[in-house]
């Protein structure tokens, strides 16, 4: 679920969203060895706890070295340095195709570049970035707020609008009474048909019915869980596993309830530095793969030996947020700022899915697995949006896409959500923005009770 929190703080629309990305890469003309010497000193990545998965650099796995730990995610100094390796991705990608969405990578230089006061820079940038026609919407980024007043800013958002109009096919499934949830992480039950919701203000998970009775599954203060972001059922014993902020104590980890919600295990993220762990997916009875969106690394915990592994990507990740695992179980997606990676988990070889021609994978919050593609929520780069992509055989690209929801009410305000009975169930308005960064409510005179959508997934 990459497209929130963080997003909020960095480059989105508003207080203490949480699951949305930002960014990282390296130069053009470079060895592999002087790539993994700048990642040394520009990215970041703790070290793993007990064992690592990275391998050999092959043509299609590049071992990421582990230097200090990464700063805040809003400190110039990390910001120009991610700028660095962007650059020199987008100078490298055409040869190397170690990028496979030059869009994205603009819209990340535009919105670094516009956060340290390089306004024209941002703008230049922007404008290519719109000219690809990849649905990239700068309009209510904090953080190109100064470019609001500026025609050619103004043209540009208005060219966005007309070219990606609102699409509506979803519907309202039920509503939750509760206005102050500010949820981030959707799971469900589907033997039980219940869903399962983290709350990012209250610090609890709460269980729904699909008529929206709401019930708490763990209860606030019990156990003293830090603010609930990703949420995923065990389909072997309806257990529940969850993902956490690092809130007031700054105790980022994954916690285990038992199918009746009593505390199982619970692990703190590895290493030191910033952590937020966000999102997780289970792969069998073994292993659960987790993104850390602060500290820019994807993890597998090990269930057996109780402890995690850095996954060596094919390039550095920045701000990744939601992940899924193919129906075999042998594929791992991972989504973060500049698009989505593909991992086998065979041979632990990667590489960026391609987007379709004027698409983007870029900013996915949730990201799910579907009948041989992926589902996803967008909402921190584009038009806030939910989406299809039907993949090829190999799952390396994208061969159709399909808009399930753009730019309407529906999607005002999405994070993440929940496949059942071939339909795709949504929280619609989180409110996220209205959650400021010290966990309080910006202005009550906005909470609104949450509406849970639902789109059909038809056949292709």
Request: charged share 25%; hydrophobic share 40%.
């Amino acid at each position: 679920m990459l497209t929130s929190r963080l997003a909020a703080r960095l480059c989105s629309r508003g207080g203490a969203v949480r699951k949305k990305f930002v960014l990282q890469m390296l130069l053009a003309t470079l060895s592999f060895a002087v790539i993994g010497i700048l990642l040394a000193l520009n990215v970041g990545a703790p070290d793993c706890s007990s064992y690592c998965l990275a391998k050999e650099p092959t043509a299609v796995t590049a071992q990421q070295a582990a230097p200090a730990p990464l700063a805040a995610p809003s400190d110039p100094g990390r910001l120009r340095d991610e700028i660095k390796v962007v650059e020199g991705l987008l100078a490298d990608s055409p040869r190397r195709a170690g990028l496979a969405d030059r869009g994205a990578a603009l819209y990340l230089l535009a919105h670094h570049y516009a956060h340290l006061g390089d306004q024209s820079k941002a703008l230049a940038l922007l404008k290519e970035c719109v000219a690809l026609g990849e649905s990239f919407d700068p309009s209510d980024a904090r953080a190109f707020a100064p470019l609001k007043a500026d025609p050619e800013f103004r043209k540009l958002a208005e060219q966005v609008r007309r070219s990606f109009p609102p699409l509506h096919r979803a519907r309202v499934a039920f509503t939750v009474a509760q206005n102050d949830l500010f949820p981030e992480g959707l799971g469900v039950d589907a033997a039980n048909r219940v869903f399962l919701m983290g709350s990012m203000h209250h610090n609890k998970i709460v269980r729904i019915t699909e008529s929206g009775e709401v019930a708490d599954f763990v209860k606030e203060g019990l156990y003293d869980l830090m603010p609930v972001g990703g949420v995923h059922v065990d389909p072997a014993d309806h257990s529940v596993w969850c993902a956490t902020d690092p809130g007031e104590k700054n105790r980022s980890e994954i916690v285990h309830f038992d199918a009746q919600g009593k505390l199982l295990e619970r692990y703190t993220a590895p290493g030191a530095g910033a952590h937020d762990l966000n999102d997780l997916v289970l792969r069998g009875e073994s292993e659960i793969y987790v993104t850390d969106t602060d500290g820019n690394n994807v993890y597998r915990f090990d269930r057996k030996s109780r402890s995690f592994a850095t996954l060596a990507l094919s390039r550095p990740v920045f701000y990744p947020n939601g992940i899924t695992v193919s129906d075999d179980g042998n594929v791992l997606y991972v989504a973060d700022f500049l698009g989505v990676l593909r991992m086998d988990l065979r041979t632990n070889e990667s590489q960026e899915v391609k987007p379709a021609r004027h698409d983007t994978l870029a900013g996915a919050d949730g990201l799910y697995w579907y009948k041989g593609g992926l589902v996803g929520i967008q909402n921190s780069t584009s038009l806030r949006r939910v989406m299809r992509w039907k993949l090829s055989d190999d799952g390396r690209s994208v061969v159709a896409g399909e808009t399930l929801e753009r730019g309407t009410e529906l999607v005002a305000d999405p994070t993440t959500g929940a496949i059942l009975d071939n339909k795709f169930y949504f929280m619609e308005n989180t409110g996220i923005d209205n959650l400021g960064d010290n966990g309080n409510i910006v202005d009550s005179k906005k909470l609104e009770p949450l509406r849970i959508a639902v789109v059909a997934l038809r056949e292709s």
